[in-house]
């Protein structure tokens, strides 16, 4: 790093603080005059330019207009500038921008009145993009890591977007390192409690310059800038994970894993018949004429039905099952996935399908997830949910957490479309490489399968099969804990930022923030082996 002149204006103190201005700045020349003169209506004490790859005259011109230039020949990285500026700075409110469009002074003038009427982040809203038809990547990213971090309220709003402004006290909670990756630095402001404010709403989009990272090329799956954006995401929910455990602190929801470990090898007796070619798994926590007509419907077909009744006595309801129907009782406590898993343990079909009883799926629509895998076309099929898939303002959070699990094993393209809403189907063969108690975590039995090179495709869509945050089924608590158990398994597999690119960024000029942020290399990690024996204790 080059020597830094001294500031050419010192303004001295506000009414209530100190405030920097942090500004990273590559080749910035045509606009970085216009940005220092928007923000010098605030009277700053500080301006920090951090000028990095600069080969068009940035610095000179920022020095000129009375900034602090700090210069690195090459370029940081995203965001690690604004770490960079944050920690030369000595303030007590800190306003971030970016170099390549100036903002209004007006909104500037809110971000910084809400930090100095008591809050410790104030943000700049993009909250309409909730109301798109369908999201980006990066908007979903925003989004569901607000989800887990259980701020619904606070929509999509994050440090990713400038210009934003933090107190002193906040700089300081989150580590200014933090800073350079700015999901990472939002998860932990939430974390820890920190006041936010949302008190302005200016569309930056709509002047900020798209860059070549920008935009995906041919032969990749995402763009670059989506790659790191969605890597910082994977990186903040790990932070997450490593606070709270591997469900990030959610429930099970009423689910008793302990049952598994008494039927993982059933002493059942086989049939002289052989095999059936289909099983269908159903849990039931009651019966009713519907589900007998469909249990009688399938077994009349030819499937064998194992039918899990959770803590009541299905036979009551019913009368006696067909011979192909294995009734199976499992404690209440058992809850839907795990009654699923334990009759995984009991199917002899070549392709086993699995269904929650209170799913409204016929029998001839559970008979069309089987045939791709009767056929020798796919190893599981998964419920095409990508009908319900729309703006996020409106879309279950069984559907955003789970599009944020399928960016994050390879399948955007499906979606919110995941194993966490039943019916789907696997082969049996398959299903015993991967182990029947793996699918009490239907996202983890997911991103586990695409793993060891499953071949799974989307099945049909059901439109009756809508899930419902009032279903004990879908409930917050077990759809988000589900999904943060398969982000732990992928984080574990391919590392803290789910072997997606850092883009290049320079971590190694940066302080660590233990237990928060590392700055040994992010990305490219080998695959490592996970031990799953906490699902089976």
């Given at each position: 790093?080059?020597?830094?002149?001294?500031?050419?204006?010192?303004?001295?103190?506000?009414?209530?603080?100190?405030?920097?201005?942090?500004i990273?700045?590559?080749?910035?020349?045509?606009?970085?005059?216009?940005v220092?003169?928007?923000?010098a209506?605030?009277?700053?004490?500080t301006?920090?330019?951090?000028?990095n790859g600069?080969?068009?005259g940035?610095?000179?011109?920022?020095?000129?207009?009375?900034?602090?230039?700090?210069?690195?020949?090459?370029?940081?990285?995203?965001?690690?500038?604004?770490?960079?500026g944050?920690?030369?700075?000595?303030?007590?409110?800190?306003?971030?921008?970016?170099?390549?469009?100036?903002?209004?002074?007006?909104?500037?003038?809110?971000?910084?009145?809400?930090?100095?009427?008591?809050a410790?982040?104030?943000?700049?809203?993009?909250?309409w993009?909730?109301?798109?038809?369908?999201?980006?990547?990066?908007?979903?990213?925003?989004?569901?890591?607000?989800?887990?971090?259980?701020?619904?309220?606070?929509?999509?709003?994050?440090?990713l977007?400038?210009p934003?402004?933090?107190?002193?006290?906040a700089?300081?909670a989150?580590?200014?390192?933090?800073?350079?990756?700015?999901?990472?630095?939002?998860a932990?402001?939430?974390?820890?409690?920190?006041?936010v404010?949302?008190?302005?709403?200016?569309?930056?989009?709509a002047?900020?310059?798209r860059?070549?990272?920008?935009?995906?090329?041919?032969?990749?799956?995402?763009?670059?800038?989506t790659q790191?954006?969605?890597?910082?995401?994977?990186?903040?929910?790990?932070?997450?994970?490593?606070q709270?455990?591997?469900?990030?602190?959610?429930?099970?929801?009423?689910?008793?894993?302990?049952?598994?470990?008494?039927?993982?090898?059933?002493?059942?007796?086989?049939?002289?018949?052989?095999?059936?070619?289909?099983?269908?798994?159903?849990?039931?926590?009651?019966?009713?004429?519907?589900?007998?007509?469909?249990?009688?419907?399938?077994?009349?077909?030819?499937a064998?039905?194992?039918?899990?009744?959770?803590?009541?006595?299905?036979l009551?309801?019913?009368?006696?099952?067909?011979?192909?129907?294995?009734?199976?009782?499992?404690?209440?406590?058992?809850?839907?996935?795990?009654?699923?898993?334990?009759?995984?343990?009991?199917?002899?079909?070549?392709?086993?399908?699995?269904?929650?009883?209170?799913?409204?799926?016929t029998?001839?629509?559970?008979?069309?997830?089987?045939?791709?895998?009767?056929?020798?076309?796919?190893?599981?099929?998964?419920?095409?949910?990508?009908?319900?898939?729309?703006?996020?303002?409106?879309?279950?959070?069984?559907?955003?957490?789970?599009?944020?699990?399928?960016?994050?094993m390879?399948?955007?393209?499906?979606?919110?479309?995941?194993?966490?809403?039943p019916?789907?189907?696997?082969?049996?063969?398959?299903?015993?490489?991967?182990?029947?108690?793996?699918?009490q975590?239907?996202?983890?039995?997911?991103?586990?399968?695409?793993?060891?090179?499953?071949r799974?495709?989307?099945?049909?869509?059901?439109?009756?099969?809508?899930?419902?945050?009032?279903?004990?089924?879908?409930?917050?608590?077990?759809?988000?804990?589900?999904?943060?158990?398969?982000?732990?398994?992928?984080?574990?597999?391919?590392?803290?930022?789910?072997?997606?690119?850092?883009?290049?960024?320079r971590?190694?000029?940066?302080?660590?923030?233990?237990?928060?942020?590392?700055?040994?290399?992010?990305?490219?990690?080998?695959?490592?082996d996970?031990?799953l024996?906490?699902?089976?204790?």
């Amino acid at each position: 790093m080059r020597s830094v002149p001294k500031r050419l204006h010192v303004h001295p103190p506000r009414g209530k603080g100190r405030l920097a201005v942090v500004i990273p700045a590559g080749d910035e020349a045509r606009t970085i005059q216009a940005v220092l003169r928007s923000v010098a209506r605030l009277r700053p004490h500080t301006a920090v330019v951090v000028v990095n790859g600069s080969t068009d005259g940035t610095a000179r011109l920022a020095r000129r207009a009375g900034a602090r230039v700090l210069v690195y020949p090459r370029r940081l990285g995203n965001d690690v500038g604004r770490a960079v500026g944050a920690l030369a700075a000595d303030a007590d409110m800190y306003l971030f921008v970016d170099a390549d469009f100036a903002v209004p002074t007006p909104v500037l003038r809110r971000l910084v009145a809400a930090v100095e009427a008591g809050a410790d982040v104030a943000l700049n809203s993009l909250g309409w993009l909730a109301q798109a038809r369908r999201p980006d990547i990066p908007t979903l990213d925003r989004y569901v890591l607000n989800l887990f971090l259980r701020q619904r309220a606070l929509g999509l709003e994050n440090l990713l977007t400038v210009p934003h402004v933090l107190s002193r006290r906040a700089v300081e909670a989150i580590g200014a390192s933090t800073l350079a990756n700015p999901l990472l630095a939002t998860a932990v402001a939430l974390d820890r409690h920190l006041r936010v404010a949302v008190p302005t709403k200016f569309n930056v989009l709509a002047i900020n310059r798209r860059r070549p990272n920008h935009i995906r090329r041919k032969g990749q799956a995402m763009a670059p800038a989506t790659q790191r954006i969605h890597g910082d995401a994977v990186e903040a929910v790990r932070y997450l994970l490593d606070q709270y455990g591997r469900r990030g602190g959610y429930a099970l929801g009423g689910e008793g894993r302990q049952v598994f470990a008494a039927y993982r090898n059933p002493s059942w007796p086989e049939r002289g018949d052989g095999p059936p070619q289909v099983s269908v798994v159903f849990s039931a926590r009651q019966a009713d004429g519907g589900l007998w007509a469909r249990v009688r419907g399938l077994a009349a077909a030819g499937a064998e039905v194992v039918l899990v009744a959770q803590g009541s006595d299905l036979l009551g309801d019913g009368g006696n099952p067909p011979p192909q129907v294995r009734v199976v009782h499992v404690p209440a406590e058992a809850g839907s996935d795990v009654a699923l898993a334990v009759g995984a343990t009991y199917a002899r079909g070549e392709a086993v399908v699995f269904c929650d009883a209170a799913v409204p799926a016929t029998a001839e629509e559970l008979w069309r997830f089987a045939h791709p895998v009767m056929n020798g076309e796919a190893d599981g099929v998964v419920h095409d949910q990508r009908p319900f898939c729309g703006p996020l303002a409106r879309m279950h959070p069984v559907h955003s957490a789970g599009w944020f699990a399928n960016v994050t094993m390879g399948r955007r393209e499906w979606f919110g479309s995941t194993w966490l809403v039943p019916p789907y189907a696997v082969r049996r063969e398959a299903l015993q490489a991967l182990g029947p108690e793996v699918l009490q975590s239907p996202c983890l039995a997911q991103m586990r399968a695409l793993d060891q090179g499953w071949r799974l495709r989307l099945g049909p869509h059901l439109p009756a099969v809508r899930p419902d945050e009032e279903s004990s089924a879908f409930m917050l608590d077990r759809v988000l804990g589900h999904v943060l158990e398969g982000l732990w398994y992928w984080t574990e597999r391919y590392g803290r930022r789910g072997g997606f690119t850092d883009e290049g960024r320079r971590r190694d000029v940066l302080p660590p923030v233990p237990g928060v942020y590392r700055i040994d290399r992010a990305d490219g990690e080998p695959p490592r082996d996970v031990d799953l024996g906490w699902l089976c204790p």
